[in-house]
């Protein structure tokens, strides 16, 4: 078998298409080997809203999809026609925006003659770390964590066999990261500037309360988040602060709060790997760039025995490299790609890897 640069000549070619919310991302992976991951945000046109609007995203994906698909091509120094299999994320997401990257596959998987897959956003974000620390152990717990969804996941198979074992009961990690960010006066998206914040603060400033891990509630909920009553803990702090008169310290109420989110995120996931018998814990999720989140991660499980695997930031956020890398395991086990009459779903479930 022939290798290029450490990659497998021979192996397909998968393309990969995500615009599941606000970023339009391309990938190109042969075999496990990256070859091209080119994305175009839109976050600054959702900013002035203070979160992100669907309409606009859409538009965006429609503006930015061609132009981000040549530009991947290039970087990956292949054509169109070498492609020999085209994913896109089918769910969950926004609907609209989804729309775009699903019509655009179908459009591409008819014109190439290639097989088309329907992949779920959840398990692409497990599957990318393929790219980065090679196969993944079986089974592993997955925690992904970001603006939409915070969940535990007994991963037996990325390409198949995906289990539920907890999910946020009300805001997901990353909109709570946004909700307090605007509390605080910072921009949006939230995450990024409440970790740059918290750098420069005290995260035993204030004791904010930890959801759900109280022994009744683990009792009850061992692996399900909750962030609502945190968020209001937070909002009720700062408006005590202005109604005296004083000064919100930003840093510190940053460094705070985020140290609330990250040590439920871990103890809880480190608990999982513990009570699965699994010994190999992976992040990901935008959230999952986090610096605090990786860090707290590292000594947990280093403490409990447990691996950690975390992708690179650029590839915790969402990107086509993800979408490919599923799409490029889904190949390599012969599995039945999608019908072109694929629909787009928001609320695709976790365990439908592939439409």
Known sequence: MVTVAGVLADAPLVLGIETSCDETGVGLVRGDVLLADTVASSVEEHARFGGVVPEIASRAHLEALLPTLERGCADAHVRLADVDAVAVTAGPGLTGALLVGVAAAKALSLGLGVPLYGVNHLAAHIAVDRLEHGALAQPVVALLVSGGHTSLLLVADVTQDVRPLGATLD???????????????????????????????????????????????????????????????????????????????????AASFQEAVVDVLTAKAVRACREEGVDTLLIGGGVAANSRLRELARQRCAAAGVTLRVPRPVLCTDNGAMVAALGSALVARGAAPSLLDLAADSTLPVTSVVV
């Open 171 to 253: 805001d997901a990690a990353g909109e709570a990261f946004d909700k307090v960010a605007r509390l605080l006066g910072l921009p949006f998206p939230g995450g990024p500037h409440i970790d740059r914040a918290a750098a420069a603060g005290n995260p035993s400033y204030v004791t904010f309360p930890r959801g759900l891990s109280g022994p009744h509630d683990l009792q009850r909920h061992p692996a399900d988040f909750s962030f609502s009553g945190l968020k209001t803990a937070v909002a009720r702090w700062v408006e005590g602060r202005q109604r005296a008169g004083e000064p919100v310290p930003v840093a510190d109420v």
